[in-house]
């Protein structure tokens, strides 16, 4: 069966370091990969998407890469803040409607 | 642009009750979903509209879990009689599906938190 696996353990930092955070996914080709931002109490909000053919994408100090052989997806925020500092989960789409399914999210927290 | 709109944010209610749960998209997204999150757990897809039809409940409850979305926009997501699993962050989110693209962004609201004693 079709299975994502991102980090399963809180990822903790310093501020003005670069944060990685992997999202590996199993049993499918995915058509685009979306990476999503989730704070407490919060709905996930949208960050970036990646298209199968995209090896690498950015916004402002996010970058995401995708690599269709190695089926894993990498996420990079530089010169992180502590406002940087929540849930962040990837999601990819299967089936005919394209249904996302998502990984548990990896939890980051910038110290200061 | 107002974002999607839920209510109540927060509900308590006993095993064997009944509870509903209000959504209200972006105006102007045909598809609508009710995610149901558990804590420490990614959101799991209850069931997705696209206008007033269903698209996929495949992982919807049947025997307890009911949606509907009347008019292609609002939508209640009820549940009847509750359980102690049950206890989770209700999400509802929409998006808008433009011919011919494969990829859709989707826009979540607050969500609503549902403890069930």
């Known amino acids: 069966s079709q299975k994502i696996e991102q980090n399963s353990e809180a990822l903790n930092i310093q501020e003005g370091k670069t944060a990685t955070l992997t999202c590996n996914y199993t049993?499918?080709?995915?058509?685009?990969l979306q990476w999503y931002r989730q704070d407490p109490g919060r709905g996930p909000v949208f960050l970036l998407l990646?298209?199968?053919n995209e090896k690498e994408k950015r916004k402002e100090r996010l970058k995401v890469t995708f690599d269709t052989t190695l089926k894993q997806s990498l996420f990079h925020i530089t010169a992180s803040q502590p406002a940087d500092s929540a849930t962040y989960l990837c999601?990819?789409?299967?089936?005919?409607?394209?249904?996302?399914?998502w990984g548990l999210g990896t939890s980051l927290a910038v110290n200061p | 642009e107002a974002g999607v709109a839920q209510s109540p944010r927060y509900k308590i209610i006993e095993k064997r009750q009944s509870v509903a749960f209000w959504c209200n998209p972006i105006s102007g997204h045909a598809t609508l979903y009710w995610y149901q999150q558990i804590l420490g757990q990614g959101p799991k897809l209850l069931i997705q509209f696209q206008n007033n039809g269903v698209v996929d409940d495949s992982q919807l409850p049947k025997d307890r879990f009911s949606a509907e979305r009347l008019k292609g926009v609002d939508s209640t997501l009820k549940i009847q009689p509750a359980k102690l699993e049950d206890s989770a962050v209700y999400l509802c989110?929409?998006?808008?599906?433009?011919?011919?693209?494969?990829?859709?962004?989707?826009?979540f609201g607050p969500g609503t938190r549902l403890l069930v004693l």
């Open positions: 999601a990819l789409p299967t089936g005919n409607n394209r249904k996302l399914i």
């Open positions: 990646i298209r199968e």
């Open positions: 049993n499918y080709s995915p058509a685009y």
């Open positions: 989110a929409s998006s808008s599906r433009t011919f011919g693209y494969h990829q859709e962004t989707q826009y």
